[in-house]
C-alpha cells in the first residue's frame, strides 16, 4: 500500500494564507504526479494544481495566481501554497499521487489519496 499523510488545513480568515504538505509513503516508490483536489459541501470533487516528475505544473483558474504547488522528489512531498485566500475555497483537500512501488516482487502501478485536511476561509 502506498500512504499519503496530509497536514496544514486550519481556519484563517479572507486574504490569508495556509500551506498544506502531503508526505507519500510505500516501498520502492516511483511517483509520476502528485494532485491537490478539494471537495466543497454538496459539489464534486474538483482539480486545484497537479505537478509531474518533469516539474511541470497546471492549475485551476480559479486559483491560478494565488496558488503554487510544488514537489520535494526526495521526500516525495508535495505541497500546495495558498495566498488570498477567499470563502470559496473552503473545501476539503485532499491529495493524490500516482506512479509505480514495489509492494514484493514486482514493480506495480498505485494511484492513493489521503484522508483530507479541512480548509474553511472566514469572510
Known amino acids: 500500500q502506498v500512504q499519503l499523510v496530509e497536514s496544514g488545513g486550519g481556519l484563517v480568515q479572507a486574504g490569508g494564507s495556509l500551506r498544506l504538505s502531503c508526505a507519500a509513503s510505500?516501498?520502492?516508490?516511483?511517483?509520476?504526479?502528485m494532485a491537490w483536489y478539494r471537495q466543497a459541501p454538496g459539489k464534486q470533487r474538483e482539480l486545484v494544481a497537479a505537478v509531474y516528475r518533469g516539474g511541470n505544473t497546471n492549475y485551476a483558474d480559479s486559483v491560478k495566481g494565488r496558488f503554487t504547488i510544488s514537489r520535494d522528489n526526495a521526500k516525495n512531498t508535495v505541497y500546495l501554497q495558498m495566498n488570498i485566500l477567499k470563502p470559496e475555497d473552503t473545501a476539503v483537500y485532499y491529495c493524490?499521487?500516482?506512479?509505480?512501488?514495489?509492494?514484493?516482487?514486482?514493480?506495480?502501478?498505485?494511484?492513493?489519496w489521503g484522508q483530507g485536511t479541512q480548509v474553511t476561509v472566514s469572510s
Open positions: 493524490n499521487a500516482g506512479g509505480t512501488y514495489v509492494p514484493a516482487v514486482y514493480r506495480t502501478p498505485f494511484n492513493s
Open positions: 510505500g516501498s520502492g516508490l516511483s511517483i509520476n504526479a
